[in-house]
């Protein structure tokens, strides 16, 4: 199985498989993450995101996990589908500073769904 | 309802040149913030603009530059285009100043050649 913080860029899974994509982030003071899907020729589109006081958030078909203690992001998706193909980047908003309300990237993952 | 819109979709231009994007953000929406994303790479933040101001400015040289107009839409300028700047340039809207609620445009894909 996967590591904990271990990043792949490439997760390939047959539908109906769950798939499980991993993110590490940088800034310990980081108080909102974002997971984003990119499909080619598109820009990110947003899936799910939730706030540092929150370890766990649920959506359709998607949970995000958060584990501040090794800053790791996880992204679940049941029941993968084709359409799910895609590159998908955790993002996260750092304190304040100079650079506004900038977000982060991570490095993407791309999912591979074959029917 | 539209959502964020970015032109032109396609461009190329030679080394040396000047290039200005545009993006017109969702109804009611203040916030645009700009990225640039290389190949293979996760966005990487360039601008934030806010109620007309420059709330925050990435890590790009000064050949980048931006502005907000009244009616909120959004330009983005790149003096003596390097083959570096070869990516695609998204512009994200929110209705506050904060991430939260981002929607992307499609971006507009630069090539420098």
């Known amino acids: 199985g996967e590591s904990v913080g271990l990043h792949l860029p490439t997760l390939s899974v047959q539908e109906g498989d769950n798939s499980i994509i991993n993110c590490a982030y940088s800034n310990s003071a980081s108080d909102y993450f974002i997971w984003y899907k990119q499909e080619s020729g598109k820009g990110p589109q947003f899936i799910i995101d939730?706030?540092?006081?929150?370890d766990k958030r649920q959506g359709q078909r998607v949970t995000v996990l958060l584990n501040k203690t090794v800053k790791h992001l996880s992204l679940q998706i049941a029941a993968t589908q084709p359409g799910d193909s895609a590159v998908y980047f955790c993002?996260?908003?750092?304190?304040?500073?100079?650079?506004?309300?900038?977000?982060?990237f991570g490095k993407g993952t791309t999912l591979s769904v074959s029917s | 309802d539209a959502g964020v819109t970015q032109s032109p979709t396609h461009l190329i231009k030679t080394r040396g040149q000047h290039v200005t994007l545009r993006c017109s953000p969702i109804?009611?929406?203040?916030?645009v913030s700009w990225y640039q994303q290389v190949l293979g790479q996760g966005p990487q933040f360039i601008f934030q603009y806010y109620e007309k101001e420059e709330r925050g400015r990435g890590n790009f040289p000064d050949r980048f530059s931006a502005r907000q107009f009244p009616n909120y839409s959004s330009e983005l300028n790149v003096n003596a285009l390097l083959l570096g700047d070869s990516a695609l340039y998204l512009c994200?809207?929110?209705?506050?100043?904060?991430?939260?609620?981002?929607?992307f445009g499609s971006g507009t894909r630069l090539t420098v050649v």
């Open positions: 994200a809207s929110s209705s506050g100043d904060g991430p939260y609620g981002y929607t």
């Open positions: 993002a996260e908003n750092p304190p304040f500073n100079q650079a506004g309300t900038a977000l982060i």
């Open positions: 109804s009611g929406h203040k916030s």
């Open positions: 939730i706030r540092s006081n929150m």
